[in-house]
């Protein structure tokens, strides 16, 4: 039977009366010496506004910025977000996000309160009782990457299988090797669910195997903006059995489990998270999510995993020019991994799960043309981030996985020491890849570069004009190239300003940002053609970029990368137009 749950409010700091008084216009950076949680109060006369002293992007903590003449911004020491706090608005990135602010209210005293007004979990709707699990009845099985195999009872439920071929273009390979019957796996679901659309979750290649056996295998998605499977009709792949569920919302699947996907806080238009629940014991899946939920989460479930290792973006590796020194980048790649360890364990150690196993980032750049990102490009290891954890929080059991190690989540909940509880592949069993088939995946990106479309220089208005990106301050200039970033004979070297729309032959003379964009012609020329997202050749290592000034422009890689139409270009009409002059 379904309860109510009421909204709740709470209050996290109080000022007395003349800690108020001595608030000083401006900015008031503001802890509670309680729990350390630390805020932000900004004072305007009367205007009182405030919010959590937390970055909306990954949890870093403001100080001021120094360089901001109105004194009216705050800077995140993790990557360099801005923050407007007479706006709650975020200026770098510009045009971007809001920050979530807290209530300020006078108490009886004419101090001040500081109050977080909470809705009610999701979760929390309909509780189930606890009840005992037998030994084998939960059972969860590493297969590679993010794919886990959960056997919940007589249901077997399956997320995120990348299991063959590349994500991203060209630009990531598995680096594990899967286990040799995950076809078999896949085939036996009852259902999968699919987190989001980037193609190391939403693997067509595996998809492709899987639908030639099985079209039907029920898969669920979460009700983003950009629907994950939006591109599924243009892929050739039938798939017959997609669903749609909303989120915050128990999806049945029989009397013992039931699942429930949320959204993002940070990316909502196409990051989910999942938390799936077998007789009461809750498993949580927080997937690629910056700020999963915006960061409320069920504390205490049984089994919790998340990504871990970092290098998941073309950013710092693929930038030259400026501070982009391989010095710096090098200094960048280790502090950002560590933020994000820490990170990481603070997230557990305040979620308290029983277990934790870190996945979601055994990827590597195996492309021979890709060595300077695989060399350079360095991940978080998964052991450092376990013995951080056990070191905040000795009672939560970790797991690193290995293809086809199981948890049985039983004989782990009974005695979190048992050895038996996790059991290992058998020895010689092959964990890591040695060997990528490459050739075939190269070969249908390829096809694209002799395509016809591409005779015609009046493609790039074509495809730009179809884009539907225009009044915004910013020229780019985009350089076709060979696979050492080298420009490709006959290849084109053109200029887009997104002002007006327009593609001048020289960069336009008033001031505006400006990017230069390298992108391998065969990659570049296959996103144009079907009319891919940009996340293949920004998250694929397969662009070289240039700045200035050095500002990232959410707006453009925004919508490149999640708002472009979802249909591509249609290319038949523009050849029959140019067949007719």
Known sequence: MEESVEQTSKILLSLTVSEA???????????????????????????????KNVCKHQGGLFIMDMEDLTKNCVRCTKHNWKLDVSTMKYVNPPDSFSQDELVVESDTQNGLLLIELQPPNPWDIDPRNLEDLALGEVQVTYLTHACMDLKLGDKIMIFDPWLTGPAFARGWWLLHEPPNDWMERLCRADLIYISHMHSDHLSYPTLKR?????????????????????YLNHSGIKLTNINVVPFGVWKEVDRNLRFMILMDGVHPEMDTCIIVEYKGHKILNTVDCTRPNGGRLPEKVDLMMSDFAGGASGFPMTFSGGKFTEAWK?????????????????????????????????????????????????????????????????????????????LDLAKVLRDSTDSIGIMNPPAGTKVFKDSWDFQPYIDILSAAVDDEIFRYPSWVKEYYTWAGFRGYNLVIRVIETDDDFNPFPGGYNYLVDFLDLSFPKERPNRDCPYEEIKARVNVVRYTVKHGLLWDDLYIGFQTRLQRDPDIYHHQFWNHFQIKLPLTPPDWTFFLAQHDKI
Not at 26 to 48: E, H, Q
Not at 210 to 228: H, S, W
Not at 341 to 362: D, I, M, R, T
């Open 330 to 406: 090098a200094q960048f790649i280790k502090t950002e991994r560590k933020k994000l360890l820490n990170y990481k364990a603070q997230l557990v150690s305040e979620l308290k799960p029983k277990v934790f196993c870190p996945f979601a980032g055994y990827f590597v750049e195996a492309h021979p043309s890709d060595s300077y990102i695989k060399e350079t490009n360095l991940k978080n290891d998964p052991d450092e981030l376990n013995r951080l954890i056990e070191k905040k929080c000795g009672d939560v059991l970790t797991w690193t996985p290995k293809p086809g190690a199981t």
């Open 210 to 230: 899987l639908a030639e056996r099985k079209p039907n295998v029920p898969i669920y998605v979460g009700n983003t903006e950009r629907p994950v499977f939006w």
């Open 21 to 51: 008084a001595a608030l000083k216009e401006g900015i008031n950076f503001l802890k509670n010496k309680a729990d350390g949680k630390s805020y932000i109060l900004y004072k305007d006369g009367d205007i009182v506004r405030a919010c």
